[in-house]
């Protein structure tokens, strides 16, 4: 479908510009979230605790400004103040909820926590503390640390939290940051294969907005349009921030930032950064990148496509790189030499992140590469099965206003027992658009 005028239209036209006769069935069925949770907490949970060398997770969780792991540990529809723990057994993981009598029946009905029931008003405390004793409770995780996920204790809940569990109990408290990264940073493979399913829909629809490009007519601002359209219709969410996804940018270099109504030009090399949620719960971040050609060109100039090439064999070493074991500063290191070797302008961002639950999940960060510095071997930043994560492929050069133009090229994987795996194909040719 090419259509110029489609950049004019408002989004409930474009909606109907852009749907087929009959809506195309998405890949996606109903909600597998509880299923996967129940999987997660008694199969993967027992592994990060030992990890992380804690014997009992004690998370609080409230409604409005509920913890950012609510729907990870089961407690998405608090009300009054409730508690949930995870107690290390030699059998697993026993899960536990204390909870106000308003919300204490479906919670039991969902049978994922063993629930006390207690009326409302009153306070957790004593039984929090009763459960703490009877487990033998030895080393408790409590959502307070450096990362966000693992931060969800408010001020005043940390207060209540000193005051309910007294000094004794307190002694024993660590932050939850350890655990809640080895939990949370690997995937089950349902989760990845929902993940793949998503990420093949994600590329398709950039590489479909691009073949709607008119250059001289359309901006970067239509791109967005037509993908904002696309996850309109098919009921799917952003993957992040809706001002800035998708990212669409056909000149200099940006970053992170919202589209523009840069009119898209010949010579143009054009960047979609974008990204979906499915099921409330899984995103995707996936770049493509085009060219577009000159009147009477067929095929880009020798030089874009070394531009391109180079960006590509960057992407390759990241992941051939990507082993069980290895660190995120050697990932980001393999790619490093080639950017120096190519005479490219060093690149501020790292060569790739975990990606899952947000676009910018827990786990171990892809960077800390830089040449001339010490590689980066912190123990946390290993790769293990069962990771996922979104990586660029570089090169940048410098542009005549002394600003930088940079091929990211980001491509999705999963990490499994012999290495690297594509969630999608990867972008390996420059998608070239025709000036009409």
């Known amino acids: 479908m090419e259509n110029p005028f489609l950049r004019a239209l408002p989004l409930a036209l474009l909606l109907a510009a852009c749907a087929s006769p009959a809506a195309e069935p998405l890949p996606f069925g109903g909600d597998p979230w509880p299923d996967i949770r129940q999987d997660r907490i008694h199969n993967l949970l027992p592994g990060a605790m030992d990890e992380a060398g804690v014997d009992t997770w004690l998370t609080l969780c409230r409604e409005n400004n509920n913890d950012p792991l609510a729907r990870h540990v089961g407690c998405e529809n608090a009300g009054g103040t409730a508690a949930f723990l995870f107690f290390r057994t030699p059998e697993g993981v026993k899960p536990v909820a204390i909870s106000p009598a308003g919300e204490a029946t479906s919670l039991a009905e969902l049978g994922t926590h063993e629930v006390f029931r207690i009326e409302r008003g009153t306070s957790i405390w004593n039984h929090v503390v009763g459960q703490l004793e009877a487990h033998g409770a030895q080393r408790v995780a409590i959502n307070s640390g450096g990362r966000a996920a693992a931060d969800g204790l408010s001020h005043t809940q940390y207060e209540a939290l000193a005051q309910g569990l007294g000094e004794d109990w307190m002694a024993r408290t ?7 990264v080895a939990w949370l940073s690997v995937k089950t493979p349902e989760e990845v294969d929902i993940m793949r399913r998503a990420a093949a829909l994600t590329a398709r629809w950039e590489v479909e907005a691009y073949e709607q490009v008119i250059p001289g007519e359309w901006t970067d601002l239509d791109i967005a349009n037509y993908l904002e359209a696309r996850m309109a219709e098919a009921g799917v969410g952003d993957g992040w921030s809706p001002a800035q996804n ?37 995103v995707t971040d996936i770049q493509r990148f085009a060219y577009v050609l000159a009147p009477g060109q067929d095929e880009a100039p020798p030089e874009a496509l070394e531009k391109w090439n180079t960006a590509v064999r960057g992407s390759r070493a990241a992941f051939a790189a990507m082993k069980p074991g290895a660190y995120g500063g050697e990932v980001d290191r393999a790619q490093r030499v080639i950017l120096d070797e190519t ?10 992140h975990p990606v899952g639950y947000w676009a910018h999940d827990v786990g171990p960060r892809l960077g800390g590469g830089n040449l001339g510095r010490e590689l980066n071997r912190n123990p946390d930043q290993r790769l293990k099965p069962g990771m996922t994560f979104a990586f660029d492929g570089f090169y940048s050069w ?18 499994t027992e012999s290495g690297a795996e594509w969630l999608t194909p990867p972008q390996d040719d420059l998608i070239l658009i025709p000036s009409r």
Do not use: C, Y
Not at 343 to 352: D, E, F, I, L
Not at 398 to 415: F, G, H, N, R
């Open 174 to 180: 660590v932050s939850s940051e350890e655990l809640v």
């Open 246 to 282: 998708p990212a669409v940018n056909s000149g200099k270099d940006r970053g992170h930032s919202h589209p523009t109504e840069r009119v898209i030009q010949p010579g143009d090399f054009i960047q979609i950064d974008f990204g979906i949620r499915v099921h409330d719960m899984w």
């Open 343 to 352: 005479g490219s302008v060093p690149v501020m961002w790292g060569t790739g």
């Open 398 to 415: 410098p542009l005549s206003d002394s600003t930088t133009k940079t091929i990211s090229v980001e491509e999705m994987v999963v990490i």
